[in-house]
């Protein structure tokens, strides 16, 4: 006796520097390597500064301006407490070098500096240091080349993965830019431009962002992220375009199962997780979380029912025992004794 039933892995290679797609406003990231003060490497966890990009016009978040008058004094303004006398006794000349100084005289609120040897209006002709709270890009503001605060790391690496147990979770394969290699990234730290690809598709998943369908085209990228530390980000649709910032415990999502229902006629279910019938106990009713059960026609075991992950997603399927026949999916209603059931198993 039968059920009646009413059903690769892409690696690409990417160049070291992050793939965004740039926004009209987004913060800056580090283009250059992060040195110290005096211009040496960092060691992990020091801090220095990495080249980049700041707006002035309005896009970044000013803490301090500072300009040099034609007597040869410095004036620093911005209108808060934290432009204050640690800025002015920091910054006696307005030079690259004394630019650096005053943001490292704020080091809890400066976040980037920008040196130019010819401000603009009012201060034309005169040299400026603009110290930011935030340094942002604006493809429509005018940037200018700048200075970010940066932690430093021995080897630009993004953290291992938190592998997840169970058979519906979506797990990541990935490779190495460098050499093509392939890696497990649940068991090795990888290097910022390493891609990693999804195993199966899934577009219902336990921490309800099921607006961000995940697909084997679907990309996981290490790219150096703001202040030059390196971070996983999620491209979900494949095209190159970071959707957000993941953390490693949160890459690997479980699947929710699609509901079934099994007709209480002699068609019965015995699982490892008890199941809740319809309200007037004429069905067993499984999902949305996995299950593995052994499916009895009256009393006779004939199949194994289980939720697990297939390329397009989560499917229920049927292994008949002692029988050498492919699993068989199910859907909607199953009974051993009725076909073509609808949802409500009518």
Excluded at 67 to 83: A, I, L, P, R, Y
Excluded at 290 to 298: K, Q
């Amino acid at each position: 006796m039968k059920f009646i039933v009413p059903g690769i892995i892409i690696f690409f290679a990417t160049s070291t520097q992050p793939s965004y797609r740039k926004k009209e406003t987004e913060e800056s990231v580090c283009i250059g390597e992060c040195l110290k003060i005096d211009g040496t490497s960092v060691i992990n966890g020091e801090a220095g500064y990495c080249s980049t990009k700041c707006g002035l016009d309005g896009s970044s978040e000013k803490l301090c301006f500072c300009w040099m008058e034609t007597d040869g004094s410095v004036q620093c303004f911005n209108g808060s407490d934290e432009c204050d006398t640690a800025v002015t006794d920091a910054v006696t000349d307005v030079t690259q070098e004394f630019c650096k100084a005053g943001c490292e005289a704020l080091p809890d609120v400066c976040n980037a500096y920008t040196y130019q040897s010819d401000s603009a209006a009012p201060h034309v002709g005169q040299p400026g240091c603009y110290l930011w709270k935030k340094c942002k890009e604006d493809i429509y503001d005018t940037e200018q080349e700048s200075e970010l605060r940066c932690v430093g790391v021995d080897q630009q690496v993004c953290s291992k993965l938190t592998h997840k147990e169970g058979p519906t979770v979506v797990h990541w394969n990935c490779i190495n830019p460098e050499d093509f290699s392939h890696f497990n990234p649940y068991i090795h730290e990888m290097p910022v431009g390493a891609i990693c690809r999804s195993t199966a598709s899934c577009s219902d998943y336990e921490d309800g962002y099921d607006e961000i369908a995940i697909t084997p085209s679907s990309g996981l990228e290490c790219n150096l992220g703001v202040n030059g530390v390196a971070k996983w980000y999620l491209d979900a649709e494949g095209d190159g375009a970071i959707t957000e910032e993941t953390a490693p415990d949160d890459v690997d999502k479980v699947c929710r199962c699609p509901e079934l229902k099994i007709k209480a006629d002699g068609t019965d279910p015995f699982c490892e997780t008890p199941l809740a019938s319809t309200p007037d106990k004429s069905a067993y009713i499984l999902g949305p979380e996995p299950n593995t059960c052994l499916i009895s026609c009256d009393g006779i075991f004939l199949a194994t029912l289980d939720c697990t992950l297939q390329n397009q997603g989560t499917e229920w399927l049927l292994d008949y025992i002692h029988q050498d026949t492919p699993d068989t999916s199910a859907q909607g209603c199953i009974s051993c004794f009725e076909t073509e059931l609808d949802q409500d198993c009518d």
